[in-house]
């Protein structure tokens, strides 16, 4: 009778284990997804990225020759100086760009 319970046990720690595993594997199209490329001219959109980070000087002095500002927190986007607005958020606030300026390697228009 202990015999049977202790299986009966095990086997469903075996059907939890194997059904955990199964739920959280990637399926195809997650897969799909995660390899498909950004549209974005952005250098960063190996990491989902539509911009540029603010630790990138190099996007942020090509942003300012090309007359622009750079505009966003952690994300940032080459913008015409007076199209980049605070906006709210269910978080809080951020800072989004209304109208960009294309600057090679760093941003494109939306």
Same mark, same amino acid.
């Given at each position: 009778?202990?015999?049977?319970?202790?299986?009966?046990?095990?086997?469903?720690?075996?059907?939890?284990?194997?059904t955990f595993m199964f739920s959280f594997a990637p399926s195809d199209a997650e897969l799909k997804l995660k390899k498909s490329h950004s549209f974005s001219a952005s250098k960063n959109h190996e990491w989902g990225f539509d911009g540029y980070t603010s630790y990138d000087k190099e996007c942020q002095k090509k942003c300012k020759d090309a007359k622009g500002m750079s505009c966003g927190k952690a994300q940032q986007n080459c913008c015409k100086?007076?199209?980049? +607005? %605070?906006?709210?958020n269910w978080y809080g606030t951020s800072?989004?760009?209304?109208?960009?300026?294309? +600057? %090679?390697?760093?941003?494109?228009?939306?």
């Open positions: 009778m202990n015999r049977k319970i202790t299986l009966l046990i095990l086997l469903a720690c075996v059907v939890c284990v194997a100086n007076d199209q980049c +607005v %605070e906006e709210d800072l989004v760009c209304k109208a960009r300026v294309p +600057v %090679e390697g760093c941003t494109k228009p939306k």
